[in-house]
């Protein structure tokens, strides 16, 4: 119910977009957001919106990154800048209800994950 698209490999400093759409019933989840997680480590925060527009961004990645997002075609979409080695890990694509879930529904959603290397 979550389709990603975009990844890929680029190099130190250059710009990526991932897109995510939101398919059939949780079309107007809460919030929609990026985590991203490297083998052995933990998933992390990259960023989150919310329908209302508030943002939250991994610290990694504030200043580099901008997440967005389309109502209209359900879409959310992060771009990211500048981007750096460190930043290469897998990103997966997040939607979350903030508050009790409808009935049938999860509490939250994942996509199937993109790669993302940056490398010289």
């Known amino acids: 119910q979550l389709v990603q698209s975009g990844g890929g490999s680029v190099q130190p400093g250059e710009s990526l977009k991932l897109s995510c759409t939101a398919i059939?019933?949780?079309?107007?989840?809460?919030?929609m957001g990026w985590y991203r997680q490297v083998p052995g480590k933990r998933r992390e925060l990259a960023a989150t919106?919310?329908?209302?527009?508030?943002?939250d961004y991994g610290d990694s990645v504030t200043g580099r990154f901008t997440i967005s997002r389309d109502s209209a075609k359900n879409t959310v979409y992060l771009q990211m800048n500048s981007l750096k080695p460190e930043d290469t890990a897998v990103y997966y694509c997040?939607?979350?209800?903030?508050?009790?879930?409808?009935?049938?529904?999860?509490?939250?959603?994942w996509g199937q994950g993109s790669q993302v290397t940056v490398a010289s």
């Open positions: 997040n939607a979350k209800y903030l508050k009790q879930p409808p009935p049938g529904h999860r509490p939250d959603y």
């Open positions: 919106i919310t329908t209302g527009g508030s943002v």
């Open positions: 059939g019933e949780i079309s107007n989840i809460d919030s």
